[in-house]
């Protein structure tokens, strides 16, 4: 029974800092994402012309610059999107077309320095394009490569607007490490994105980064005085809110989760104790009658359960940071066995299974196994400290 306790506080303290870690490093990693491959913040602006209202930023050189020297900025890009049908050979796919300056590009850090690469951001430019891996794994493309972009929004004619098709080079193939993006996003030059997309003279918005992206909400009136007041703001809490909301219930429900699992497993210890009490009522009655106190018993008890929580707890840790610091290999042991395909990124955005070891965790952890360990403990211990000497030998 000690055993079987002890092993159960263990593998509970090994799932709980597990469960933990991994629920923490995929936070840190998705939110790296949004923040190394995405803007911080988005400032839109509405235009009012004669042929009515024109939603794009005209002076955004001017714009550019008032919104560079607010504190906190520390990049700021005019961009053009668009969402083309990209095509090559027989295949098809939909793609989100970004237009920013080789310069801007740089300063994107996923981008620049993704989690894989081929080719070089030195050719981008002068009908040279990067791209998404999931893009070029799905047209089949490589560097060197050309692929077709088709616009519905393309060339005015007297008869209409025909669609613009462009043929331009693969130079550049970047891997961020979220599916979402590594599937849907071309970067395209700014001003040949300004002609593809008819927005000559002017950019769609601006991508703001700023020094300390968790407290952007902060930020929100100095960018829009910046900015001007017809300006819209959109920050990433705005685009991702629901998906971070949704995260943060999924760490309470499986912390809570993870806690029962320990409270059970630190049932074992009561079920162990109360057979040892059972077993040793002869030997708590001779020592009562020698003079041994309650006190005195009750801390025997008390140590013999507790000792077993405390070993359990320091085994279920070292077990929960080995798991943490070499998940990669674990995680690689386990997709062989399976015969891979256990992590699909498309599912799950990610292209791997992160963990992150954060010491609140682990003290989190400890503090609730042994607090759970040392409180069921009581209870049999009492039972043993009370337990009248007469009525334990009264059968001997």
């Known amino acids: 029974m000690t055993w079987i306790s002890l092993i159960g506080i263990a593998l509970a303290v090994f799932a709980l800092i597990a469960t933990m870690a991994v629920r923490s490093g995929f936070r840190a990693d998705f939110t790296a994402t949004i923040l190394g491959a ?30 560079a020297v607010v504190d906190g900025v520390t990049r700021v890009a005019p961009i053009i999107r668009g969402q083309v049908m990209a095509s090559s050979t027989s295949r098809n796919t939909g793609v989100e077309v970004y237009g920013e300056t080789l310069a801007d ?7 620049a ?5 081929s080719g070089s951001l030195d050719d981008f ?15 089949g493309l490589r560097v060197g490569d050309f692929v077709t972009l088709i616009s519905p929004d393309g060339v005015k004619t007297p008869f209409g607007t025909s669609p613009r098709i462009n043929d331009y080079k693969i130079a550049y193939i970047f891997q961020v490490g979220r599916s979402d993006i590594d599937r849907t996003r071309i970067y395209m ?24 992206p968790e407290a952007v909400d902060d930020m929100r009136m100095a960018l829009i005085e910046a900015a001007g007041q017809r300006v819209v703001i959109w920050t990433w809490r705005d685009a991702s809110g629901a998906f971070l909301r949704a995260l943060e219930v999924e760490d309470n429900v499986m912390f809570i989760l993870m806690s ?41 008890f008390f140590i013999s359960g507790a000792s077993i929580g405390l070993v359990g707890t320091a085994l279920g840790v070292i077990l929960g940071v080995l798991f943490a610091i070499y998940i990669d290999t674990v995680f690689g042991f386990v997709d062989g066995i399976m015969g ?57």
């Open 105 to 111: 590009l740089r300063t994107l850090p996923l981008v």
């Open 340 to 396: 891979g395909g256990v992590w699909d990124p498309n599912v799950r955005y990610l292209s791997r299974l992160p963990a992150k070891l954060e010491l609140r965790d682990v003290l989190s952890a400890v503090t609730l196994s042994l607090t759970l360990s040392f409180v069921i403990t009581i209870f049999p211990a009492r039972r043993a400290a009370k337990m009248d000497p007469v009525e334990a030998l009264r059968n001997e």
């Open 38 to 67: 995405n803007a911080h913040v988005t400032i839109f602006e509405t235009n009012y012309t004669d042929e009515g209202m024109h939603r794009g930023i005209i002076a955004y050189p001017e714009m550019v610059a008032n919104v």
């Open 260 to 300: 029962i699992l320990v409270l059970i497993a630190a049932m074992n210890i009561i079920s162990g104790l109360i057979m040892l009490v059972k077993n040793k009522t002869r030997d708590i009655g001779i020592l009562r009658t020698m003079g041994l106190t309650q006190g005195s018993i009750m801390r025997i």
């Open 189 to 212: 030059p700014f001003a040949e994105a300004q002609s593809f997309f008819n927005r000559e003279g002017s950019a769609d918005e601006l991508e703001v980064a700023v020094a300390d």
């Open 113 to 117: 320095n993704p989690e894989m690469s």
């Open 125 to 139: 430019g002068e009908g040279g394009i990067a791209v998404g891996s999931g893009v070029a794994r799905t047209l």
